[in-house]
């Protein structure tokens, strides 16, 4: 087990799992294809922020990362982007259902992740879907039966879709858990175990929390293996 410390910017950061791989330090150095290049170069990204630097290259080896951060660290970015490249290096069919799953706790975070997925992913011509209760089903559903990429979903109104047996996860193969302590704080564990049930146990997963309790710690534990841990503490 290596583990490496670094100060970056004004964020202590921790990593530590086998063979850590060295951070990026430049948007070019991360060999990312020109399309999505191009697109954060238009958003005016001048660099990577430290959890975008510390977890492309370990998401980029396909492996299960586990990275606790606070609101603002550009994590939708650093779990969106090596989902753009899982999704080049997978070639599914999105009829056939979503290659990439993100859980959110709100729809209103689902809805930025979306946001960010389609601005940054329309040039690779990624397609995202996303669901959220508190509206109606019907226009879900017919997105979903448009088809999808990436699927952006709480996980109430997932679970309930996915009770319907109007969505299919088999070809899901890179699983994100945004904001796991909040969606937790909210109950939704029983709904997150039964999705996670319908996903592929040979998949790609990636869980991000702003605390870690022994709650947390629990169904990283369950749903993770062998991840990389990132941290990184805000030492302002
Ligand atoms: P978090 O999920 O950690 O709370 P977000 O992913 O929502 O953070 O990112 C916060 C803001 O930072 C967003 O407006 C996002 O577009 C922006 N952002 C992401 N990556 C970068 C970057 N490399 N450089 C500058 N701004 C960035
Ligand atoms: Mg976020």
């Known amino acids: ?64 990362i586990v990275a606790i951060a606070k609101t603002g660290s550009g994590k939708t970015l650093g779990y969106l982007i090596p989902g753009f490249i899982h999704l080049k290096r997978c070639h599914n069919n999105s009829q056939s259902g979503p290659t990439v799953l993100v859980l959110s706790p709100t729809r209103e975070l689902a809805t930025q992740i979306q946001d960010e997925a389609v601005k940054f992913g329309k040039s690779s011509r990624i397609s995202c879907v996303c669901l959220y ?61 039964k999705i996670v049930n319908e996903v592929p146990a040979r998949r790609q997963t990636l869980m991000y929390t702003a605390t870690w309790p022994k709650e947390v710690r629990k169904i990283a534990a369950d749903l993770l293996i062998n991840p990389v841990q990132v941290n990184i503490g805000n030492v302002d």
């Not at 530590?16 to 238009?42: C, K, M």
């Not at 979903?153 to 909040?182: C, F, K, W």
């Open 1 to 64: 087990v290596l583990s490496t410390d670094a100060y970056c910017h004004r964020h202590e950061i921790t990593v530590t799992g086998d063979n850590v791989p060295p951070p990026f330090t430049s948007f070019e150095a991360t060999g990312l294809p020109s399309e999505i290049l191009r697109e954060v170069h238009n958003a005016g990204f001048s660099s990577p922020t430290p959890i975008q630097a510390q977890s492309w290259p370990v998401a980029l080896q396909s492996r299960d």
């Open 133 to 193: 209760g508190g509206a109606p089903k019907g226009p879900q559903l017919r997105d979903i039966d448009r088809g999808a990429d990436i699927v952006v979903a709480t996980p109430g109104r997932l679970n309930d879709i996915l009770e319907m047996r109007r969505i299919s996860l088999h070809q899901v193969s890179y699983l994100v858990l945004d904001e796991a302590d909040r969606m937790l704080d909210m109950g939704f564990e029983p709904q997150i175990r």
